[in-house]
């Protein structure tokens, strides 16, 4: 979403409510999670000539899980602080800063960040997950497969042939 600030920047400490949902970043459509219901709330103020974002951001997404590979739901919620700043501004710590042109701020890419802090590498579909069968690719969540060296380390795979 796209918020016009051209009021605010007339004003240090001028501020705006911001209540909007947030469409997925280009890089995480990519991703193999799909989040739905993304909602911001927070306010924008000018801060002598800097806009600061404030507030929190909650959504749900579906990720397959690291073990089994099902679809499994999660939901997320993180703090967002972010400083944005006119392109040409005068700025010492641009890394500090997210950048916007003109009188339009893209909220999107202002909060996209912190949901990617708060996001972990795996997730899975429950703790106990037993995962597929790394022999026949059976749901081991579902029911026990015939596959009987589950126990047996790779290394010693070969020795467990010798002994067959
Ligand atoms: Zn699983
Ligand atoms: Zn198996």
Request: glycine share 6%; proline share 5%; charged share 30%.
């Amino acid at each position: 979403m796209i918020l016009d600030v051209q009021e605010i920047l007339k004003a240090d400490g001028a501020k705006i409510p911001v209540k909007c949902e947030i469409e997925p970043s280009a890089e995480l459509l990519k991703s193999d999670m799909t989040f739905s219901e993304v909602l911001f709330s927070g306010e924008l103020e000018n801060i002598g000539g800097v806009l600061e974002l404030r507030g929190d951001v909650k959504g749900k997404f579906t990720v397959p899980c690291a073990r089994c590979m099902k679809e499994t739901e999660q939901s997320f919620e993180a703090e967002v602080f972010e400083t944005l700043a006119k392109e040409d501004a005068e700025i010492s710590d641009r890394d500090a800063i997210i950048p916007f042109a003109g009188t339009s701020v893209d909220l999107g890419e202002a909060v996209w960040p912190s949901i990617v802090l708060t996001l972990d590498s795996k997730y899975l579909c429950q703790p106990e997950c037993k995962g597929l069968c790394i022999h026949c690719g059976a749901d081991l969540n579902e029911s026990p497969c015939d596959c009987k060296d589950d126990d047996i380390d790779p290394r010693l795979a070969g020795l467990a042939d010798l002994l067959q």
